[in-house]
């Protein structure tokens, strides 16, 4: 699953670290995650789309 974390999260100013924390996740888990490694549990998705006042579906795109 493609996703547009990095660019938000850069656009923003936020390290990985930085975001980790407003997340409450290891700076590893947003890394794996903008690396296309880890896909996140919903609950995470919804979270970190919450972050970004932006819809999941926004951030996450599934392969077609």
Known sequence: MRNSVRDLRTSTGMSQAE????LGVSRQTINSIETGRYDPSLPLAITIARHFHHRVEEIFHVDD
């Open 19 to 22: 975001l980790a924390a407003a």
